[in-house]
C-alpha cells in the first residue's frame, strides 16, 4: 500500500514537472526574451542565454562593426600610401603671383619723368596711381611753360592735391609721377617753338598743397595744423617713398 501511495505520487510529481516545463518552453516562444546589451550585463558571456534572434542581432551588429573598421583601416592605409603633398610648388606659385602683381606696364624713368594721364574719371584730391599692386599718391606739374609764366618764376611747381592752379592748368600740359628724386624734366615755349629745355631740375612743392594738407590733417586729428609746422623737405621724403598715404589715409 506504501509502495503503491509512493508511485502514484512519484508519477503526479513527474506530470506536473513536465506541464511547468511546456508551459515555460510555451511561455518562451509566446512572449521572446528581449536581446540583451553586453555592455550591460553583470553576468559573463558565459552564463548568458540569448534567444536565438538576439543572437543573430548581436552577430550582425559585430559584423557591422567589423566592416567599419576594416573600412577605417583601408581609408588610413590609403592616405598613409598617398604621396606627401609638395609645399614648393605652392610657394613657387605664390612668389610668381607676387612678382606679376609687382610688375608695372610703366618702367622707372618714366614713372620719374612722369606722363600725361586722363584725370577726369577720378574725383579724389589726390593723383592716384598704382603701380603693380601698390598704390602711389603721385604728383603733378606742368611740363610745359609759356614766355610770360618763365619770366614769373623759372620752375613749375610740383603739386601732390588737386588745389586750384591744377584745376585751371589745361590738362594737356600736365605730367603725372611717381618721383624718387627731386629731379624734373620741363621746356618753355613760346609760339609752338620750345625755347628751352629743363633737364632733371629740382622743384618745389606748392604751397596751396601744403595748405590743403594741412587742412586735411588739422580734421583728421582734431587740432589746428598750419603750415608753417610742416617742413617741405619732409613732405618731399613722405612723397618719394611713398609713404605720403600713411600720413593722410
Known amino acids: 500500500m506504501d509502495t503503491t501511495q509512493s ?6 510529481s513527474i506530470d506536473n514537472d513536465m506541464q511547468n ?8 516562444f ?27 542581432e548581436i552577430q550582425t551588429t559585430q559584423e557591422c562593426k567589423q566592416n567599419a573598421l576594416n573600412t577605417k583601416q583601408e581609408i588610413q592605409a590609403n592616405n598613409t600610401q598617398m604621396p606627401p603633398i609638395n609645399t ?12 606679376l602683381a609687382s610688375l608695372s606696364i610703366f618702367d622707372n624713368e618714366t614713372l620719374q619723368k612722369g606722363m600725361k594721364i586722363d584725370l577726369s574719371h577720378s574725383n579724389s584730391d589726390f593723383f592716384e596711381l598704382y603701380v603693380g599692386a601698390q598704390l602711389h599718391l603721385a604728383c603733378a606739374y606742368t611740363y610745359v611753360l609759356d614766355e610770360r ?16 592752379i591744377i584745376k585751371k592748368t589745361p590738362q594737356e600740359l600736365l605730367k603725372i609721377c611717381v618721383p624718387t628724386k ?7 615755349r613760346s609760339s609752338g617753338v620750345d625755347t628751352r629745355l ?5 622743384l618745389r612743392i606748392c604751397p596751396l598743397c601744403i595748405a590743403a594738407l594741412c587742412r586735411l590733417l588739422s580734421t583728421k586729428h582734431k587740432r589746428t595744423i598750419l603750415p608753417n609746422q610742416i617742413k617741405e623737405e619732409e613732405i618731399m ?9 600713411n600720413l593722410i589715409m
Do not use: W
Open 7 to 12: 508511485d502514484i505520487q512519484q508519477s503526479q
Open 21 to 28: 516545463t511546456q508551459s515555460i518552453f510555451s511561455q518562451t
Open 30 to 56: 509566446d512572449n521572446p526574451i528581449k536581446p540583451i546589451t553586453l555592455s550591460h550585463a553583470t553576468q559573463s558571456d558565459e552564463n548568458i542565454v540569448l534567444p536565438i534572434n538576439s543572437k543573430q
Open 88 to 99: 614648393q610648388i605652392f610657394h613657387k606659385t605664390q612668389t610668381l603671383l607676387q612678382h
Open 149 to 164: 609764366a618763365f619770366a614769373k618764376k623759372d620752375s613749375p611747381d610740383l603739386h601732390f592735391m588737386r588745389c586750384e
Open 182 to 188: 627731386n629731379a624734373f624734366d620741363y621746356r618753355v
Open 198 to 202: 629743363f633737364y632733371e631740375h629740382p
Open 237 to 245: 621724403g613722405l612723397i618719394f617713398k611713398n609713404k605720403l598715404k
